[in-house]
């Protein structure tokens, strides 16, 4: 998931055992093969609880990494992936 951004919104105040935590991302496509352009905004339920450890998230239990759109691009940039980062790059015009 290619990002330009996200929000994270206060949640209720953390109890001993957990709490939720709520993510907005500003999705701005996907990148597998090749680049998907797909704008949206994705809404994601953190569950966080209390281990000995410290703070865990324990639902979701996966979700695909979600990555910033200009670090992405300067990556691609510099292994010579040029035409995938002009792709990736025309999303940052919208």
Same mark, same amino acid.
Request: hydrophobic fraction near 40%; aromatic fraction near 6%.
């Given at each position: 998931?290619?990002?330009?951004?996200? #929000?994270?919104?206060?949640?209720? *105040?953390?109890? +001993? =055992?957990?709490?939720?935590?709520?993510? !907005?991302?500003?999705?701005?496509?996907?990148?597998?093969? +090749?680049?998907?352009?797909?704008? %949206?905004?994705?809404?994601?339920?953190?569950?966080?609880? %209390?281990?000995d450890?410290g703070w *865990?998230? @324990?639902? &979701?239990?996966?979700?695909?990494?979600?990555?910033? %759109? !200009? &670090?992405?691009?300067?990556?691609? !940039? $510099? @292994? *010579?992936?040029? $035409?995938? =980062?002009?792709?990736?790059?025309?999303?940052? #015009?919208?």
């Open positions: 998931m290619i990002i330009a951004g996200f #929000k994270v919104s206060a949640g209720p *105040k953390a109890a +001993d =055992a957990g709490t939720t935590i709520v993510a !907005e991302y500003d999705v701005r496509g996907i990148l597998s093969q +090749d680049y998907v352009r797909s704008p %949206r905004t994705e809404t994601v339920r953190f569950v966080v609880r %209390r281990t450890a *865990k998230i @324990t639902d &979701p239990d996966f979700m695909p990494p979600h990555v910033m %759109r !200009e &670090p992405l691009f300067r990556h691609l !940039e $510099e @292994t *010579k992936n040029r $035409e995938l =980062a002009l792709r990736v790059g025309e999303g940052a #015009k919208e």
